[in-house]
T-cell receptor
Framework: ETGVTQSPTHLIKTRGQQVTLRCSSQSGHNTVSWYQQALGQGPQFIFQYYREEENGRGNFPPRFSGLQFPNYSSELNVNALELDDSALYLC?????????????FGPGTRLTVL | DQQVKQNSPSLSVQEGRISILNCDYTNSMFDYFLWYKKYPAEGPTFLISISSIKDKNEDGRFTVFLNKSAKHLSLHIVPSQPGDSAVYFCAANTGTASKLTFGTGTRLQVTL
């Protein structure tokens, strides 16, 4: 059984650019959540997708958007990048969106904005 | 506003001794708490959880204690092993949603 994978591993962008990060969920999981972990901080919830629909959003501006595909893989898009967007972006998949279902995290994508 | 706080950024413990990691929360709506462990270059992995209807949950060497009146929980690891060296995150959620609110983490180092 393949775990949660994320691509790319590392990425360097400049201010104002746009970026797309990708996440493949664990087999059989229909829910993907995205988190941002800034240096020295804990992960912060960005949003969650359940069966291709957004199912909850954290305190992030609209330039953070996402998609979930029929195979339940997901993308996180960030427009108009700012320096403060530099962080580790984690995705987590779970069997369903219920809170009792364990969330399995990928290794993350390290984004640096210059 | 940090709703889940881990006030100790780091902790060093000798192998075989007890490790105690602490976590405080401010949101009284939180009713489910989790601990995650994170190694470098890996995503966090689930360790143990506790519902607010309990005050203790045990799984092998790991025990989580919850003190609702103090809005405080702790993770005990006994005995500590070198492989336990990692960053530990406390997390909480509320209601039926699976959104997690994390603390800032505590780096545990278990020395020989």
């Amino acid at each position: 059984e393949t775990g949660v994978t994320q691509s790319p591993t590392h990425l360097i962008k400049t201010r104002g650019q746009q970026v797309t990060l990708r996440c493949s969920s664990q087999s059989g999981h229909n829910t993907v959540s995205w988190y941002q972990q800034a240096l020295g901080q804990g992960p912060q919830f960005i949003f969650q997708y359940y069966r291709e629909e957004e199912n909850g959003r954290g305190n992030f501006p609209p330039r953070f958007s996402g998609l979930q595909f029929p195979n339940y893989s997901s993308e996180l898009n960030v427009n108009a990048l700012e320096l403060d967007d530099s962080a580790l972006y984690l995705c987590a998949s779970s069997l369903t969106s219920r809170r009792g279902d364990e969330q399995f995290f990928g290794p993350g994508t390290r984004l640096t904005v210059l | 506003d940090q709703q889940v706080k881990q006030n100790s950024p780091s902790l060093s413990v000798q192998e075989g001794r007890i490790s105690i990691l602490n976590c405080d929360y401010t949101n009284s709506m939180f009713d489910y708490f989790l601990w995650y462990k994170k190694y470098p270059a890996e995503g966090p992995t689930f360790l143990i959880s506790i519902s607010s209807i309990k005050d203790k949950n045990e799984d092998g060497r790991f025990t989580v204690f919850l003190n609702k009146s103090a809005k405080h929980l702790s993770l005990h690891i006994v005995p500590s092993q070198p492989g336990d060296s990692a960053v530990y995150f406390c997390a909480a959620n509320t209601g039926t949603a699976s959104k997690l609110t994390f603390g800032t983490g505590t780096r545990l180092q278990v020395t020989l």
